[in-house]
């Protein structure tokens, strides 16, 4: 399949927007069978039923909108980040941080990707952990 940086944005938009729309389907729909997620200060998941159960984890314990979304691309289309703001609510206490009792934050964060036949490939997530500890505390 031929990439451009067109047709990356466009898959990123589609992403991020289901992202929004908590339509996990649409969100794994764009990425590979083999996907590697690469999760902030954390481990690396391989595959899209790791993805799907760390998105169910995030949807149970936060409630996070991405503001002032800013997607960029290669020309060749392999290769893309994303740069915004989180703005969130901690619901429920993850192991090993304090506890939740519904605190906001708003914390600036990115993504780097790489893209293989029209689909993410690798999403690399990226934000400053104790900054939302702070927040949060």
């Known amino acids: 399949m031929t990439q451009n940086r067109a047709d990356t944005l466009a898959l990123l938009t589609r992403y991020y927007d289901a992202f929004a729309a908590h339509d996990h389907a649409t969100m794994l729909d764009c990425l590979t069978d083999d996907i590697e997620h690469r999760i902030n200060q954390g481990p690396i998941?391989?595959?899209?039923?790791?993805?799907?159960?760390?998105?169910?984890?995030?949807?149970?314990?936060?409630?996070?909108?991405?503001?002032?979304?800013?997607?960029?691309?290669?020309?060749?289309?392999?290769?893309?980040?994303?740069?915004?703001?989180?703005?969130?609510?901690?619901?429920?206490?993850?192991?090993?941080?304090?506890?939740?009792?519904?605190?906001?934050?708003?914390l600036p964060a990115g993504a780097f990707f790489d893209i293989r036949d029209g689909k993410i490939a690798r999403v690399s997530v990226y934000y400053n952990a104790e900054d939302w500890v702070a927040q949060i505390s």
């Not at 002032?68 to 060749?76: L, Q, S, W, Y």
């Open 45 to 106: 998941e391989h595959g899209k039923e790791a993805f799907a159960a760390f998105m169910v984890t995030m949807d149970t314990a936060y409630q996070e909108t991405l503001a002032e979304m800013v997607i960029f691309a290669n020309d060749e289309g392999t290769r893309a980040a994303s740069e915004f703001r989180v703005l969130g609510k901690y619901l429920k206490t993850a192991e090993g941080y304090p506890e939740a009792h519904g605190q906001s934050y708003d």
